[in-house]
């Protein structure tokens, strides 16, 4: 059984139904988040917050429990100084604990790292720890329950234009269809390079753990401490996962965190996973920020040039294939949500499909709708690969198959949300397991190696459906679906001439792209 913080021995009596336990922690939560916005908290400082006080409260529980106890952090750091202090003494004892939590090794040192008091008013932080935080018996409400209450406030909070959190948020229906198909196992070696707040690794741990009953010792441990590794480069992002995965279970509160601060694509790791789940940054720039005399803050594009990438560009997600195709094991498999531009941008665009479609079998590829991230303006596909041992006599990639959900769909983030259920079609086209069985219908077409190799520049923006929007001016989409799509159009049109104008800019300065083989 898991050891993690999170984690309790629970008798029946002491459950809650689990949708209505988290429903009722999640509205309890949000509705005091909504009284610190008048203090200028953010949704997510305020979802940072609970992360810190969350934990402290959980390791009081572990410290305090009557059946093997174990204290997780220092005394001088418990939970017990916050609720002794009032006033002014608050808000000093808790910032204090703050930063010794944050020079700890190990996950706590993840979840406190760089961590600041956000809350100034010393009456409302009291009442968020006293009021909200204390009287809730987190341990004994059960990790999933936890776990949930703690994911659908990332939903909430994503939900919310002005919070910026839309932009690590993945539609949990898509996680769940991904990982459906993809089947992860107890011996696998997961990594998300761009994890936000971790939603495939938690997805991917939870279907696993569902025969945990049958594993044994070595596969328990496995799961809980190997199974799934995150990088993040933005630290209140990565507190967020580190504490999103103790919550389910996955590492100890005293043990390695799963989640690496780090930006992944600036160097080869050395190690290899064989399972990759990732939706990188929508952003088409690579960019390093610098701080300069005046002590302001400069993002400055750059091209990132690694001796495993096939070629050199400032197009994040172009890099990031390269770096997924690096990092996968031999026999390995990848899903990668991507932008529509890494299926037909030139030069180093052409360069980097030509390889995936000959050194590795790149199989299936899902047309996803518009509407369904908090981006607006997003064209995305999700494409599915395995890595395979080298073999220059003949290309692996056989058949691409691509479904269409995307023409003639329309889906909106609140009045029509995609739903699992919208995916079911997908997940059984898919044949997990038994691709060779695969057969052609209306959304779900093949094409071969040869067909794809002889489009211009590889370009794998491949549509068959007829758009009956466009022909049929009885069954129009309503207004507001006909103005977000011209919206979301304007935008991607926008997208590719920054991207010419770059190209542009590259060319004339005398430094085009380049490439290696």
């Given amino acids: 059984m898991p ?10 009596s002491d459950r809650l139904p689990n949708v209505n336990d988290s429903r009722r922690l999640v509205d309890k939560l949000w509705a005091y988040c909504d009284v610190l916005r008048d203090d200028g908290v953010g949704v997510i400082e305020y979802t940072e917050q609970l992360t810190y006080l969350l934990f402290l409260k959980m390791a009081h529980e572990r410290a305090t429990r009557k059946m093997a106890a174990e204290r997780i952090i220092p005394d001088e750091y418990s939970w017990t100084r916050l609720l002794d202090a009032t006033g002014a003494e608050l808000e000093a004892t808790y910032t204090s604990i703050l930063l010794g939590l944050a020079s700890q090794p190990g996950m706590i040192g993840t979840i406190f790292r760089k961590a600041q008091n956000r809350i100034q008013d010393p009456a409302k932080l009291r009442r968020l720890i006293v009021d909200l935080i204390d009287k809730e018996h987190w ?12 994911e659908s406030l990332l939903a909430r909070g994503a939900s919310d234009k002005g919070s910026g959190a839309g932009q690590y948020f993945t539609p949990r229906a898509l996680i769940q269809a991904i990982v459906d ?26 279907h696993v753990a569902r025969g945990a009953s049958s594993f044994t010792p070595t596969q328990r441990d496995h799961l809980r401490d190997d199974f799934a590794t995150g990088y993040e480069l933005v630290d209140g992002t990565a507190r967020l996962a580190a504490m999103n995965m103790l919550l389910h279970g996955i590492g100890t509160a005293n043990g390695e965190s799963p989640i690496i601060v780090q930006d992944s694509l600036l160097v080869d790791p050395g190690s290899r996973w064989s399972l990759v789940l990732t939706n990188p940054p929508f952003g088409k720039k690579s ?54 531009n890494v299926l037909f941008e030139g030069g180093a665009g052409e360069t980097i499909r030509r390889k995936l479609l ?3 079998d790149l199989h299936t590829m899902l047309r996803l709708p518009t509407g369904i ?29 691509v479904y269409d959900l995307r023409t003639n769909q329309h889906f909106t983030l609140k009045q029509n949300p995609l739903r699992r259920e919208h995916l079911d079609e997908f997940v059984e086209c898919f044949k997990a397991g038994r691709r060779g069985e695969r057969v052609e219908s209306e959304r779900w077409h093949s094409f071969s190696h040869d067909e794809l190799v002889a489009r211009d520049k590889a ?7 007829r758009d009956e929007s466009l022909e049929d001016l009885d069954n129009l989409p309503s207004p507001d679906v006909i103005a ?24 004339l300065a005398g430094d085009p792209p380049t490439t290696r083989s």
């Avoid at 050891?3 to 029946?12: F, S, T, V, Y």
């Avoid at 890595?387 to 198959?401: G, V």
């Avoid at 370009?459 to 459906?465: F, K, S, V, Y």
């Fill in 3 to 12: 050891r993690g913080c999170a984690q309790a021995i629970l008798h029946k």
């Fill in 139 to 150: 341990s004994s409400t059960g990790t999933d329950i936890k776990g949930d209450a703690y």
């Fill in 181 to 206: 198909v993809m089947q992860p196992r107890v011996d696998d070696y997961l990594i998300d390079p761009a994890c936000g707040t971790g939603g495939f690794l938690l997805a991917a741990h939870e």
């Fill in 287 to 340: 960019s390093l920020t610098m701080v300069g005399a005046d002590g302001r803050e400069v993002r400055e594009d750059t091209e990132i040039e690694r001796q495993d990438f096939v070629a050199t560009t400032s197009n994040k997600q172009l890099n990031f294939v390269q770096h997924i195709m690096t990092i996968l094991d031999i026999n390995g498999r990848a899903a990668v949500v991507l932008p529509d």
């Fill in 358 to 360: 000959t050194d590795f």
């Fill in 373 to 401: 991230f908090y981006a607006q303006g997003v064209k995305a596909n999700v494409l599915f690969f395995d890595r395979k041992p080298a073999r220059p006599e003949r290309p692996w990639t056989e058949r691409l198959w």
């Fill in 459 to 465: 370009n794998l923006d491949i549509t068959w459906l």
């Fill in 484 to 507: 977000r799509e011209i919206v979301e159009d304007l935008s991607a049109a926008l997208a590719e001439f920054e991207a010419v104008a770059a190209a542009l800019e590259s060319q």
